[in-house]
């Protein structure tokens, strides 16, 4: 398992494609970053309080319906969903990508995983970048919350 301090960080939406088109089972995830949650290894269900069997995280894995349409679009989409989180669960939150086994799934159908392995940060930067490019998108955009 890497250092947390030391994982590389990712600073442009390319970087993240490359990564994902050489690397399958990859998950995002958002919050204060490895050093934290691997000390307890599970997430707890804000509504509930109750304990998941793992770390709730979102898988980066590019679907195959998406065929041969750009990968960095499909980057943007996967992080713009979850962008608010920063803002929502307050300083130092942040995006970082790890491998994993899935356990279950939580209560927002998010995969719950486990023997978590640190792979790299994602800067600020490639979230507004998201953004922009979620921006350049003519779609009415569904009722989730997609602010950020």
Same mark, same amino acid.
Not at 1 to 11: D, G, Q, R
């Given at each position: 398992?890497?250092?947390?301090?030391?994982?590389?960080?990712?600073?442009?939406l390319?970087?993240?494609a490359?990564?994902?088109?050489?690397?399958?089972?990859?998950?995002?995830?958002?919050? !204060? /970053? %490895? *050093? @934290?949650?691997?000390?307890?290894?599970?997430?707890?269900?804000?509504?509930? =309080?109750?304990?998941?069997?793992? $770390?709730?995280?979102?898988?980066?894995?590019?679907?195959?319906?998406?065929?041969?349409?750009?990968?960095?679009?499909?980057?943007a989409?996967?992080?713009?969903?979850?962008?608010?989180?920063?803002?929502? !669960? /307050? %300083? *130092? @939150?942040?995006?970082?990508?790890?491998?994993?086994?899935?356990?279950?799934? =939580?209560?927002?159908?998010?995969? $719950?995983?486990?023997?978590?392995?640190?792979?790299?940060?994602?800067?600020?930067?490639?979230?507004?970048?998201?953004?922009?490019?979620?921006?350049?998108?003519?779609?009415?955009?569904?009722?989730?919350?997609? /602010?950020?």
């Open positions: 398992m890497s250092a947390p301090e030391n994982l590389p960080v990712l600073t442009t390319s970087a993240v490359r990564l994902l088109e050489r690397q399958r089972g990859l998950y995002v995830r958002w919050s !204060k /970053g %490895p *050093g @934290v949650d691997l000390e307890k290894t599970s997430s707890i269900d804000e509504l509930t =309080g109750v304990p998941m069997p793992g $770390l709730s995280a979102n898988p980066l894995d590019v679907e195959a319906w998406w065929e041969d349409r750009p990968v960095e679009l499909w980057v989409r996967r992080l713009f969903d979850y962008a608010h989180l920063p803002h929502d !669960k /307050g %300083p *130092g @939150v942040r995006p970082w990508v790890l491998t994993g086994r899935e356990t279950g799934r =939580g209560p927002d159908n998010e995969p $719950l995983v486990t023997d978590a392995d640190p792979v790299c940060w994602i800067a600020d930067e490639v979230i507004d970048a998201a953004r922009d490019e979620m921006a350049r998108q003519v779609r009415e955009w569904g009722t989730l919350r997609r /602010g950020g």
